[in-house]
Nanobody
Framework: QVQLVESGGGLVQAGGSLRLSCAAS????????MGWLRQAPGKEREFVAA????????KYADSVKGRFTISRDGAKNTVYLQMGSLRPGDTAVYYC???????????????????WGQGTQVTVSS
């Protein structure tokens, strides 16, 4: 089975930075996209960023482009989300996810991801 464990969330002031980590274990990830989704209270889950595990394609939501960077360390089986210039609107539970279907594509539809971590809370104060 696939296990995804997030860490690194917390409380930060607007304009600050945080780095989220996702430790992945279980089946191979080589053929899959990995990414981050978020969900704020009362809102739908939202795509944030994703990349192919091979280190090729990346994709970002327009709302985070230029502020967030997704990366991965293959040796550690870990995916990162470096978040900068944080805004109160970024407040949400952030989930590490794996694509449901292997292949070179990097989905931006949250429903194309089937494995989720437990989530980590990010709170940005104004």
């Amino acid at each position: 089975q696939v296990q995804l464990v997030e860490s690194g969330g917390g409380l930060v002031q607007a304009g600050g930075s945080l780095r989220l980590s996702c430790a992945a274990s279980g089946r191979t990830f080589n053929s899959y996209a990995m990414g981050w989704l978020r969900q704020a209270p009362g809102k739908e889950r939202e795509f944030v960023a994703a990349m192919h595990w091979s280190g090729g394609s990346t994709k970002y939501a327009d709302s985070v482009k230029g502020r967030f960077t997704i990366s991965r360390d293959g040796a550690k089986n870990t995916v990162y989300l470096q978040m900068g210039s944080l805004r109160p609107g970024d407040t949400a539970v952030y989930y590490c996810v794996r694509a449901a279907v292997p292949g070179p594509h990097v989905p931006s539809n949250p429903y194309d991801y089937d494995y989720w971590g437990q989530g980590t809370q990010v709170t940005v104060s104004s």
